[in-house]
């Protein structure tokens, strides 16, 4: 069980500029939140690495808020079978749509595919309907399960 003790907490600030940006629909306005957000980690958080050079072998058991050079965030990391890795919300066998190209997929995730022995094949073969192929190979829309590191 999670208590207050173990949970880092930093400020959710509003750094974009929404008043000035038009969206035409809620999809677009979820991809712009990663622009307009940012989370603000405390500098007393001890388990905590902010910054964008990898951290030295002796903070692999801290979790990295890694940021470009520019000072923008990258993404959420942690150290897992010998790599920094970046952390996906997500649990085991869970299905995402991603958008993109099926052949490049995110590390710790596998593309559902008939005889996914995970899932019935009648789920299976109802994702693999919805896939839009790209001309050439794989698809351009998507369902994944993610399966850890």
Known sequence: MRTIS???L??????????RMCFTS???????????LSVEVPTS??????GNDYPNADET?????????GGNFI??????NGQWRLLY???LNQISWLYGNSTTIPDGFILIEPGDSQLPSNVVSHLVAQYVPIPGGGYSFFAVRYVGY
């Open 6 to 8: 173990d949970t880092v």
């Open 61 to 69: 058991n801290k979790i990295w808020y890694r940021r470009d050079p």
């Open 26 to 36: 809620w999809l677009e306005f979820v991809q712009a939140l990663p622009e307009l």
């Open 10 to 19: 930093g400020a959710l600030k509003l750094t974009g500029l929404p008043d």
């Open 75 to 80: 993404g959420i990391y942690a150290f897992q």
């Open 89 to 91: 919300n997500q649990v």
């Open 45 to 50: 958080a001890s388990n905590v690495l902010v």
